[in-house]
């Protein structure tokens, strides 16, 4: 069964999310995102994905004492990630209570270095993030457009090694107009040993159902959760 892993986007220490990536269409959610950490926690739910989106787009980690504090406040396997660019941004994600370190655009550009960090630290401590426009990647937190086809992205990562990434359409992200299931049904048609984690475009459970019915290891679910789009019953129906 898919695994839902909610999601907290963080901006000046406050739960936030933006609408398709767009850092001017801004919902403040909480200003306590341990708070909303310990209710996932209290459902049942074991993962939590943060996203740093002020490090993502300054290029270094600016939120790491948010993680600190749902780290320590809570038991929730945290996949981290925005701005990790060196390996003393890699080793601060973990040493602040990461179990998990996420990374999409320096996997983009330096990608012997992202697979030097598989090997070092272990596939299961990194996961790569395929963020994409129009099909293309983007990065530096969704501000700059590439050309390269998040198809081809993933054969050749999946080709050196990487067993599991999530995929972003952002088109999707944040507006929940459904998911982008026919990327995600070509990626896993041509990629069956890549563990895919869809991410975007979550409007309700059914979605959710949808996806596990294509076969994808986990979704993870942002906007959807904080506005009750997905209430607590139904997401405990998927709690491990």
Known sequence: MIEIIPAIDIIEAKCVRLTYGDFSRKTV?????????????????????????EGAKRGNPANLAVLERIAAGTS????????IK?????????????????????????????????????????LLGADCRNEKIAVNGWQTDTEVSVFDFLERMNSRG??????????????????????????????????????GGVSSIRDVEELNRIGCRGVIVG????EGRITEEELARYAR
């Open 86 to 126: 060196t390996e003393t941004d890699l080793k601060g994600v973990f040493a602040a209570g990461a179990a998990i370190a996420n990374i999409g655009s320096l996997a983009v550009k330096e990608p012997d270095t992202f697979v030097e960090w598989l090997d070092k630290f272990g596939r299961d401590r990194i």
């Open 76 to 83: 929730l396997i945290i996949d981290f990630g925005g701005g």
């Open 29 to 53: 959610y909480s200003d306590d995102p341990l708070e909303i950490a310990k209710r996932f926690e209290s459902i049942g739910l074991r993962r939590l994905h943060m996203v740093d989106l």
């Open 162 to 199: 990487v067993r599991s990434a999530f995929v972003t359409d952002i088109g999707r992200d944040g507006a929940m107009s459904g998911p982008s299931v026919g990327i995600y049904e070509r990626i896993m048609a041509e990629l069956p040993a890549l563990e895919l984690i869809a991410s």
């Open 223 to 226: 906007k959807a959760i904080h």
